[in-house]
């Protein structure tokens, strides 16, 4: 389609600039420049961003695998949320299909509620022990763009050998021994905001596994890059 598209362009033209061949250079240049910018912005990012360039060729295995074993053994991310299943079924229905469609990039994505905030702080101190990395949703903390998310989720990914664990409260937030620490040992917790809008505990949840199938998506597309690339 590109190459019809410049075809025709070069017809609408030829007669305009059929005596002067500097113009004719300079259309051409141009045209070369709008067609390649996007591979050059492209491998711009990848040099940038070397954690998203380490894309390997095997030529005994089927399988291609990115910064580490991650995607080869595949990812499993859990949501710790206070409450119970929510009622409310497009929220639900929502949340199944970004899990399914997560399926196919290695991804799982389960969600284990708590009916109060004692189960909560006793699960996500299981987890301290087992030094997954627990990134607790709170509305204060800073946020980023979906590009930063990923960045950021694929290395708690790589940090915790393809464990991550989200935290989300209930209706009036996080337990105040988990956003000081003080329930996991006292580390430093990981906060992170999906947004200054206010959400319902239930939404945040569709919104957080949406982000995780949008990360899981833009390294997919930089691993075909980079492989187009090599």
Not at 54 to 82: E, F, Y
Not at 109 to 126: F, H, M, R, S
Not at 173 to 196: D, H, M, T, V
Request: net charge positive.
């Amino acid at each position: 389609m590109k190459l019809g598209w410049l075809y025709s362009f070069y017809l609408h033209f030829r007669q305009r600039v059929t005596n002067d061949s500097t113009t004719m250079m300079s259309l051409i240049c141009k045209l070369l420049v709008l067609l390649l910018l996007p591979v050059f912005r492209c491998d711009a990012f990848l040099l940038m961003n070397p954690s998203h360039n380490r894309v390997k060729r095997n030529p005994n295995a089927n399988v291609q695998h990115a910064s580490s074993t991650t995607r080869l053994h595949g990812i499993k991310a859990t949501i710790r949320i206070v409450g119970r299943k929510t009622s409310e079924k497009w929220i639900e229905e929502g949340c199944k299909m970004y899990e399914t469609r997560l399926r196919p990039n290695n991804v799982d994505v389960v969600t284990e509620w708590c009916k109060n905030n004692d189960a909560l702080i006793k699960n996500v101190q299981n987890d301290a022990e087992r030094s997954t990395p627990i990134i607790m949703l709170d509305p204060f903390a800073k946020e980023s763009s979906s590009e930063v998310f990923t960045d950021r989720f694929y290395k708690w990914v790589e940090k915790g050998g393809s464990r991550v664990v989200f935290v989300i409260g209930g209706a009036e937030g996080l337990p105040e021994e988990l956003r000081s620490g003080k329930a996991i040992g006292n580390q430093k917790p990981i906060l992170y905001s999906l947004s200054q809008l206010t959400f319902t505990h239930q939404f945040a949840r569709l919104v957080l596994v949406e982000q995780i199938y949008r990360a899981s998506e833009i390294v997919s597309c930089l691993c075909l890059v980079g492989n187009s690339l090599l």
